[in-house]
């Protein structure tokens, strides 16, 4: 077994993971209402360092909570509300299976 509990899906154990630190907590709310963000941007506004941001959206991105695209030499960063809703779908489910 990889440790996640019994029954969890592995979207649903990604996602609180992602959610678990207070830093990606914090950039999540960069995103808010749609912005489209690079890893500079994210880093600036978080007053984190780049590599630092790039590694966090990195687990956002595993989790399915941010998502990324490709403009030129340039990688933007949005959330992803599809994925995190259907993560959050999944915990529901399990929630009301165990408790």
Do not use: W
């Not at 990889?2 to 992602?18: C, I, N, R, V, W």
């Amino acid at each position: 077994m990889s440790g996640q509990p019994a029954g969890l899906s592995t979207a649903a154990h990604e996602f609180l993971k992602a959610l678990a630190s207070p830093t990606r907590q914090r950039i999540m709310l960069l995103f808010a209402h749609g912005a489209e963000l690079s890893v500079g941007e994210v880093a600036e506004r978080a007053g984190i360092g780049q590599s630092t941001a790039s590694e966090q959206l990195n687990l956002l991105r595993r989790g399915g909570i941010v998502t990324s695209r490709r403009d030129g030499r340039t990688v933007l960063y949005r959330s992803d509300r599809e994925s995190a809703a259907a993560a959050l779908g999944d915990l529901q489910a399990y929630l009301r299976d165990c408790c």
